[in-house]
């Protein structure tokens, strides 16, 4: 459980390290680009912002855009490749080629339709009642679209994984014992793709991180000067040259994600160890 | 049977694919003759706007998309207007205008295909292997570290993964050319920044669908019977553990092999994965939809292709 | 694996390399010398077909092209072009002066839909066919006297007209292609060119090939035989193909990392020079309270230029108080808003100038109902973002101004970055608070810029309009006298940027551009960053191509 205690530390310090550090996200200096010292444990931008605080305020919201995005993929995945694999037939058919319908449309005009017909509504409708939720509205979108996108590929595998298991004996037994579909669908069939189901939850969460920084890129992303671990990481790639190398603007933000990403995957291990069931 | 139902309903399937995508894209603000420097007088702005049918109805655009619009000629007759999709035609590009949709896709699929290929083949002989070892040795140091190399593979994006590459064994190193496309040595390094993150996915994917069918009754009855331990991996186990990576192979291999946007930007390659993306964001109407005809037929096949293979792998599978 | 890297084997194109290999920028969209607007597709055009002018590689101003020479009336407005007896197409036929009226009533008719057209404006009839008036294309001033005398109406004196007939829209192509393949004639083959080189081959989003046109009138100066131009988005990539020897010539700075831009620019083979361009922000007049020219002038006053030009851009642009660059047709700009500033040569002076300038904008913004910035909305800038490097710098600058912006006048800004086709629609509708902006101007005089903010033009997307400046503005125009011309002009300007303000400028462009000069003559710096491709030619007895170019070292700090 070094993992858990691991994942545990970066969340604090995500939640901690904004909050009490000296310097705000966006505090500008006349420092720029100046290497890790003790004043600026990762070094400063090209503000003279300091690089440890926009990392770990950059790592609160890509938790939180990967925690909701893969939530929504989660819940909407997992029944919809459930009922597909398991009812078989006609109504597999209408699911699966649903599937393949959405994720055949480009997503990134999706995301960009989205963005620009509803955000303008959204946020006056959040205006009007909650003013200091405003800014919040882009990254409402950012999390949805994500997640919208998502599930397609866990419908998939759900299925799959469903598919096989609904003529093993277990499974045959419990019909012939006048079992409820619902029963077994919960007791027996969801257990066992747990395992995957939990695999792939900790593919998705650096995917939607991923895509996030994609859309920075286009300039669909999150709205500066706040920035994720993504934007951080897309913006230090400029780093990655022959000729000037200020090498902490992309391996900071790059160690804490990957860091931050293997410490879920152990942790999405041993849950899974520990949620599965003996076959028998 | 159930195969050829499935291969019936590719058309209609891909044709409402496309009819999604002709009007989503159209819903988004902007043109695709959008430009800093407006233009000369509206009437030149009209001119262009009916050069492309943009001034008609979005019915009227998409019936002549379709090849299915019938125009009224000035001696009063009804002539059929050219083109259209029944006759193969999918239009000019509204960005490319010396180009038609075909003609863009015919040059740059090959290469695409060449390097999303390569890149599927690197991922697989990367990540079933690396699955395969990490999942036989699971809790152990070697699972450990295989794990250690997957995910440290999947978390670093492509444009941080390619321009390493570049940097290293390119620029410094010299043993591979930085950019373009030509020969083998031209597409190795795009080929492992491509298939290094898919095949990440995939090792993982295989540890679990591994494990999972090493503890299966299947499998217990095989060792039971007194097949030996490679024979039961091999035949019996692999197969039901592949399963969950021939499940993500199809969507897998159709992005792959439509190009990638960021690996085609950072080599220079001329495949169509730059196309993808860009049409969308310059509101190039006819190339969203001519790609997103390519990329749904390919997609409906593969995941054709996926589940015959289901029924292959594990033999319990029966599609009604 | 193995497998995998045999089957790479097919799709290999193992054509010899061009003598000359040039980095162009992204995809051109149409080689149609009438109808594009990119820079990218007008460097192809360019190279192939050819007007009565061309640019000299030295000044980027027209020089003698198809025509060699012409004469002026004295009172400014006709203009007899003699054609060179020698000007035929690459397919031998000769050019006429009947070619060349053709071609330009082809350019300015609607039909066309050239988004350039407006430079037929200054045409006698140019501006009554382009905006659908008449439908007699006649009526354009152009007509052949003689099959070698080609004579202009004008309808003002324009002092820069030679200037405009080198550009892409001037130029003449061959009728019988245009009038036998209609839109797709630059697809035919043989395609006939006037210019240069011609058209080898032209494979989309790899590159284009131009191999030199053996009937072009001045053949014996073009340097290369055999060009490439690669089309690509990734200023990266252009990089490091041009570090390993793979491209000659990148030839704009859209096509340089603009991260690494000031430690490329200490190296010998990477060049900037002054360049006809200005980055600014609008103003949308229309919503309050930035229809009051106060409130304008003071958050145009607290911009600190060189904080942006130092640690932003840092490749030596300069700061700009006016929306026109210096030096462009000899005209000195007026002083806009924060020029005191501007002048100080050293930093104690700007430290105290800015002070002075800043005490000033909150005098005004008080005076305007808002002191210490109390009850002014929130509002928000708009910039286009998505596209790597460049796009970066808007926000950068955005961050810069929000801050300057909450300090010292108490003004919340909020940054409102959106992708590039949302950005050009929210500027038409007017549906923004502040923009960004730029201009690049099209030929060497003052008027490519202020032109832009004509009540009527549709390039001012301010919602800005005055009376005083249209009317200045086309006195101008009708002014023959040069000294007096520019007099106008500047007042103009004044109205623009120092009184009304509905833009700020901030800096004028550097244009930056990379090859080694010890293997490659013939590229000269000019305002335009014209570099026609026929001068450029290996320079005797230059090192052969090596992989050197990575380890050449940056010039060293100053």
Sequence with gaps: MISAAFLAVIILLALLVPWLSPYGTGQASDFQFSAPDRQHWFGTDVHGRDVFTRVFAGARISLLVGAVGTAVSLVIGVFWGMVAGYVGGRLDGVLMRAVDVLYSLPSIVFVIVLITTLEGHVKRWIGAWAPDWVPAARMLFLFTGLGAVSWLTMARIVRGQVLSLRTRPFVLASQSLGASHRRILLRHILPNVTGVVIVYLTLTVPAIILYESFLSYLGLGIQPPDASLGTLIAEGAAQINPLRVFWWLIVCPGAVLTFTLLALNFLGDGLRDALDPRDG | ?320 | MLVALLLLAPGCSRAPRADLVIYNGPEAETIDPHVLTGQPDGRIAGALFEGLTRFDPHTGRGVPGLAHSWEISSDGLRYTFHLRTNAAFSTGKPIRADDFVWSWRRAADPVTAADYSGFFFYVKGGQAIATGATNRLEELGIRAVDPWTVEVTLVNPTPFFPDLCAMRIMAVIPRATVEQFGDQWVRADPLPCSGPYQLESWRPNDRVRLKANPHYWDASSVGCARVDLLSGDSPTAALNLYLTGDVDFLIDKVVIPSELGDVLVRRPDFHSYAYLGTYFFRFNVTRKPFDDARVRRAIGLVVDRRRIVERITRMGEQPASALTPPGAGGYTPPEGLGHRALRATNAADYAAAMRAAVLEAQRLLAEAGYPEGKGFPPFSYMFNAGGGGGARQHENIGVEMQSGLREHLGLHMELRPVEWKTYLSELSQLNFDLARGSWIGDYQDPTTFLDCFLSASGNNRTGWRSTRYDTLLSDAAAEPESQKRMELLREAEAILTKEEAPIVAIYTYVGLFAYDPDRWEGIYKNLTGEHPIWAIRRREGGPTRSRNTAEIAPAPAP
């Design chain 2, 1 to 320: 049977m159930y195969f050829l139902r499935r291969l019936l309903f590719l058309l209609p399937l891909t044709l409402l694919i496309i009819t999604l995508a002709f009007f989503l894209v159209r819903i988004a603000p902007g043109g695709p003759f959008d430009r800093e420097r407006s233009p000369a007088s509206p009437a030149v702005e009209r001119a262009l706007a009916e050069r492309y049918h943009l001034n008609e109805s979005l019915l009227s655009q998409y019936l002549r998309f379709l090849g299915l619009k019938w125009e009224r000629q000035p001696d009063g007759s009804w002539k059929r207007a050219s083109g259209g999709l029944i006759t193969g035609d999918l239009g000019l590009s509204l960005k490319y205008r010396n180009h038609s949709v075909s003609d863009i896709i015919r040059q740059g699929l090959p290469v695409s295909l060449a390097l999303g290929g390569t890149a599927f083949l690197f991922a697989l002989g990367f990540g079933i292997p690396m699955g395969f070892y990490t999942a036989v040795r699971r809790g152990q140091t070697g699972d450990w570290m295989g794990s250690l190399v997957a995910l440290v593979v999947l978390c670093v994006p492509g444009f941080v993964i390619g321009p390493v590459l570049i940097l290293l064994l390119a620029l410094k190193a010299g043993w591979f050319p930085v950019g373009l496309w030509g020969t083998a040595s031209h597409g190795v390094l795009p080929m492992a920044t491509l298939g290094l993150y898919f095949g990440g996915r995939v090792a993982r994917l295989t540890r679990e669908g591994m494990g999972q069918a090493l503890q299966s009754e299947f499998v217990r009855t095989a060792q039971a019977k007194g097949v030996s331990a490679a024979g039961v991996l091999l035949r019996h186990a692999l197969p039901l553990g592949l399963m969950p990576v021939v499940s993500y192979s199809g969507p897998m291999l159709a992005d792959l092999l439509t190009g990638s946007f960021v690996v085609e930007n950072i080599f220079q390659i001329p495949g169509i994965g730059v196309f993808m993306v860009n049409s969308s964001l310059s509101r190039d109407y006819t190339m969203v939809v001519g790609l997103v005809l390519l990329y749904a037929l390919l997609l409906l096949l593969l995941n054709l292709g996926v589940d015959l293979a289901y029924s292959l792998l594990d033999p319990r599978v029966r599609h009604e």
